[in-house]
């Protein structure tokens, strides 16, 4: 090893992206729309979308082999989607209890079995990581949401949109990824009444945006300086990727 090996510059890379929001509000299909997908499934989500994927995973092993199998066999797919994390966590404390021989996760007690699975979760990621690395594959996850109550340290504890797994799993997930996208419908606010009896009403209009950066009522984040709010396609926001490394490359190059 020598001082050759240090490299500098900005260059356009498969990206990991984890995309989570409410049901239905089309995470599938956004991933779907990234370049030659191809999905290992957890969960029954894909039955109105054509789109190649591998049969219904019923294990956490069989789950693992399938993405192992793409990285060791030739083929032409670019973006690999796993549907769900969710369902995923459910196979892996599956796996952990089988194991373990213990009815149910927490039965191991003191939160052994949630770093156990944890870690489970790590062995995917890593096997996942190789296919960006070596077969040069977006990695999209698909997850869920719930509103939780977070417990700000520096205010009152207050609802916000996360990840419906377990926190040692989120945790996880989030730090993984380079983009962890909010999906959601837009939602404005109108004021009705007047004075006293004012209040703020909340509007959808029915059209679905991909959030990009944090807030106080969801998490989010990027790696890139990408806009705040985009439409729920993916074009808009690999064109949103693709010109944010080109304002990224410009600045290095100036300084």
Not at 118 to 147: P, T
Request: charged letters at 30%; one cysteine or more; aromatic letters at 10%.
């Amino acid at each position: 090893m020598t001082l050759e090996g240090i490299t500098q510059g900005v260059s356009m890379v498969p990206v990991k992206v984890n995309i989570y929001g409410p049901n239905g509000i089309g995470k599938s299909t956004w991933a779907a729309k990234a370049p030659k997908p191809v999905f290992v499934t957890t969960e029954e989500g894909l039955k109105y979308i054509d789109v190649p994927h591998f049969e219904l995973s019923p294990t956490y092993q069989d789950v693992m082999d399938k993405v192992t199998l793409l990285g060791k066999e030739k083929h032409t797919y670019k973006t690999v989607v796993l549907d769900s994390t969710d369902f995923l966590e459910s196979l892996i404390h599956d796996a952990v209890c089988e194991d373990k021989n213990v009815e149910g996760i927490e039965s191991l007690g003191f939160g052994k079995g949630f770093t156990e699975s944890e870690e489970r979760c790590r062995k995917l990621l890593r096997l996942l990581d190789r296919l960006q690395h070596v077969k040069k594959m977006n990695i999209i996850l698909i997850s869920h949401a719930a509103i939780r109550i977070y417990a700000d340290p520096e205010r009152e504890p207050y609802d916000r949109w996360e990840l419906t797994t377990h926190k040692k799993i989120s945790n996880l997930i989030r730090n993984w990824v380079d983009f962890n996208f909010f999906a959601n419908y837009e939602v404005s606010t109108t004021s009705a009444g007047k004075g006293f009896n004012e209040k703020a009403r909340a509007v959808s209009y029915g059209k679905r945006a991909l959030f990009t950066q944090f807030s106080a009522a969801y998490d989010a984040k990027s790696r890139v300086a990408l806009p705040k709010k985009l439409p729920l396609e993916w074009d808009a926001f690999y064109n949103a990727y693709k010109e944010a490394l080109n304002i990224n490359t410009k600045e290095t190059k100036d300084e």
